[in-house]
């Protein structure tokens, strides 16, 4: 959460930074385009009444670039999450409508009825599929990040992190994996994973370059876009969010609206037609592609 307040801010000042690496002015929005696909529009189930006719509603958070935020001129909303609904919407030979929301109202909104799904890197959890379907659309992924010059170059497994510093999120479920590699390392023989903490996203940067930390995670999309404007950390390596097994990131929708299977096939369409691809590597985001859409997969447990 400090990560997306930071960013929110960023989006009226220093996004112009990373225009090397990210399109984050207005006309970009909706670029990839994609084709109606019949399958997906016969999926739609009959009984489906879409918000508004004619339209595919789909609520977004602008928590951060490169998923979803505000562009140049304060008011539109670009990233990889828009583009994505964007084409959505054209399989289903809809037009968009996109809703800003804050993260913390979408569930209320989508089960009023506000809008038809939540396209806003929502990860599935069985928690959640108690109350909503899903659709996966990309990999849920964290990303292990050093500073350019760093001799630390590949973090897969528990051995890999033992005795390094790494900076992490209180309470977030990358912490919760990382205690585990932890306590495997020192079964293992192996040195203790230091985890540090820091009150803001700035302070901990400052700590990964000064040499008071060797690593830090977050969610790998955020550290792609850091990355990219300050150009002086690199990546060595992701986690999945449901480690040991893989947790992915979905289209949301309602219990029972029957869409979910509608919004598989169409993005199962767009992986065949390269369009899924085109998104993902617009914004820098290929290392979390699907091989394929699936809805209401295992998710992530009860913890």
């Excluded at 977004?60 to 583009?83: E, K």
Aim: aromatic share 8%.
């Amino acid at each position: 959460m400090l990560f997306i307040a930071a960013m929110a801010m960023a989006s009226t000042g220093c996004l112009a930074s990373a225009a090397d690496d990210f399109d984050l002015s207005p006309e970009q929005t909706n670029r990839v385009l994609a084709a109606r696909n019949e399958q997906a529009v016969l999926a739609v189930p009959k009984s489906f009444k879409f918000v508004t006719p004619g339209k595919f509603t789909v609520a977004v958070s602008p928590g951060g670039p490169p998923l979803a935020t505000y562009a140049t001129d304060a008011r539109t909303v670009v990233g990889a999450d828009p583009d994505y609904a964007a084409a959505v919407a054209g399989s289903l030979g809809l037009t968009l409508e996109l809703v800003p929301v804050a993260w913390a109202d979408w569930p209320l909104g989508l089960t009023s009825g506000k809008y038809d799904a939540v396209i806003s890197n929502v990860g599935v959890t069985e928690q959640r599929k108690e109350k909503f379907d899903f659709s996966t659309y990309r990999q849920g992924l964290h990303g292990f990040f050093v500073p350019s010059g760093s001799k630390v170059v590949s973090i897969k497994e528990p051995k890999d992190a033992a005795g390094l510093r790494i900076i992490v999120g209180a309470g977030t479920n990358q912490e919760r994996i990382l205690l585990k590699w932890s306590e495997e390392d020192v079964a293992a023989g192996l040195k203790p994973i230091e985890l540090q903490y820091y009150d803001d996203e700035a302070e901990g940067l400052l700590a990964l370059q000064s040499g008071r930390a060797d690593v830090i995670v977050q969610p790998h999309a955020q550290l792609v876009y850091i990355a990219a404007r300050d150009k002086n950390i690199k990546q060595v390596g992701t986690l999945s969010a449901g480690w040991p097994d893989r947790s992915d990131v979905a289209i949301t929708t309602r219990k029972g609206s029957g869409l979910a299977g509608a919004l598989t096939v169409a993005t199962n369409g767009l992986i065949k037609d390269g369009t899924y691809a085109k998104i993902l590597d617009q914004w820098h985001l290929a290392e979390e592609a699907l091989p394929a859409s699936e809805t209401n997969p295992p998710g992530l447990p009860k913890y």
